[in-house]
């Protein structure tokens, strides 16, 4: 009888799968995309308001993506900050989100469609939130 505290080796061809759950892929997506300057946040949709942006606590909000074996498409919804320019932005959204995933998973990164939902002043926001707090 083996010992069983003794590891099976592995065949030389098949050393295991590793499976990352759509998921982790998601949060990837969107904590990349919120660490371009511009993007207000991500939307989940146009119900819960601008006071979502102001909070993180769904990291994969306004994410979607298609997950293959070896590829994923992504779909951001994102709140810009007024002022900035859309399509710049966008472009280093795509450029900063396929990075992350293809660096962090493994996955190749197919297409990334950036969806504006909204424009929003944040300093605005949080001025008038400081207003409330002080009255």
Do not use: C, W
């Amino acid at each position: 009888m083996s010992d069983p505290n003794t590891p099976i080796p592995f065949a030389d061809d098949d050393p295991g799968a590793v499976r990352i759950a759509d998921e982790v892929v998601n949060i990837i997506a969107g904590l990349a995309a919120t660490e371009v300057p511009g993007v207000a946040g991500m939307s989940g949709g146009l119900v819960g308001g601008i006071a979502e942006l102001l909070g993180k606590k769904n990291l994969s909000k306004g994410v979607k993506t298609r997950i293959g074996d070896k590829e994923v498409s992504v779909d951001l919804y994102v709140v810009l900050e007024y002022g900035i320019n859309i399509p710049a932005t966008a472009v280093k959204i795509q450029e900063k989100v396929k990075e992350a995933i293809e660096n962090m998973s493994g996955l190749k990164v197919v297409e990334i469609n950036i969806h504006v939902q909204g424009i929003t002043n944040i300093d605005k926001i949080k001025e008038n939130q400081n207003k409330d707090i002080i009255e």
